[in-house]
């Protein structure tokens, strides 16, 4: 007997497999293709999403430097606006990773972070 399932679960977990399999024309050979090619992909957009916060992180000290939200308040402290807009194009390029981020989208979320 399994000790994580159930017996009568275990058999509803492969009477369900066994059926996606045969539904769509499905072999372990495709199934295991799927599964690599998501996570080829699940890797591609990972490093997307390094290289974008890295390209944010470079750019948010530069936007509006002169504007108060955007200014140091201290040494080693920043302007509030910076964490704001970190946040929305972080946000932004993790929920769109074929799009990312590019410098000049630093310019939009403004318009939502300053007051």
Known sequence: MNEVLPVALERTAQDTLQAWLESEDRTPEKAHDEAVAEEDEATRNFEAQVQA????????????????????????????????????LGAYAMRNPKVGYCQVTDNFPILLTVK
């Open 53 to 88: 916060m890295d390209d944010i992180e470079k750019d948010v000290g530069r936007t509006f430097p002169e504007h108060s939200d955007f200014t140091q308040k201290k040494e080693l402290s920043e302007g509030a606006g910076v964490t704001k807009l970190r946040n929305v």
